[in-house]
């Protein structure tokens, strides 16, 4: 049965794991592998890493570090980063990741979430819409390349697309609120919820508990994907890796979905 996930976000930078602010001014938190070991011991729901530096520079994948990531992870394993062509999406899941998120290549060119949705199925392919809110016309913007190039796309119209195509899932990251642990962009998770029936996951801007609690309440089974919530502790942001205990999760989840079906 379908139940809302709640999914730590792992941002891998020069080999490092590090966290962003606004896709800019990346900290280093640690190692990817420690942090994978930790989320196994924590039971997290499953795990998205992302190479934030592969798609700028143009590199394909590391496959190695993919390799010794999928070994590690114990949870189903979401990797983006680079990927540009069916055959890496392949690769990818033969080492043992169950699912591919691609972003700025499907961008320039949707068809590529077909040519995987036929090589690898389709609910091993994850299309990221990387998004900022309009200064001067309103409403949003599809951005890649670590928010550095306007993709010129709507993105509820590229996520239509992007079902069209194959599909399997759309990740919503919200540049405006990467880092800031403020509270999820809600307005166009609810826009894209009435346009597609693929799965959404919500991406930037979560605080603490609560803010994924308000999530499942107004948004029902929804992935819910954070960084910054996970790898840092209070107001000064020392690092420190957590991640709900099960009970208590599924005490959340359970409170949430109630308070939706009484609202």
Known sequence: MLRPRIIPCLLVHEGGLVKTVGFGNPKYVGDPINAVKIFNEKESDELIVVDIDASVTGAEPDFQMIAHLAAECRMPLCYGGGVKTAAQAKRIVSLGVEKVAVSAAAAERPALIGEM?????????????????????????????????????????????????????????????????????????KQLREKVDVPITILG????????????????????????????????????????????????IRDAMAARGQA
Request: charged fraction near 25%; aromatic fraction near 6%.
């Open 117 to 189: 949705a036929n090589e690898v199925g389709r609910q091993s392919v994850v299309t990221v819409i990387d998004y900022k809110k309009r200064r001067l016309r309103g409403g949003y913007e599809m951005v890649t390349h670590n928010a550095t190039r306007n993709a010129k796309r709507d993105p509820v119209e590229f996520a239509i697309e992007a079902e069209a195509q194959g599909a399997g899932e759309i990740v919503l990251n919200s540049v405006d609120n990467d880092g800031k642990m403020t509270g999820y962009d809600l307005t166009l998770a």
């Open 205 to 252: 801007g979560a605080g603490s508990l609560d803010d994924i609690a308000e999530a499942i309440r107004e948004m029902g089974i929804i992935g819910l994907a954070a960084g910054s919530l996970f790898v840092f502790k209070g107001k000064l942001r020392a690092v420190l890796i957590s991640y709900p205990q099960p009970d208590a999760k599924e005490q959340l």
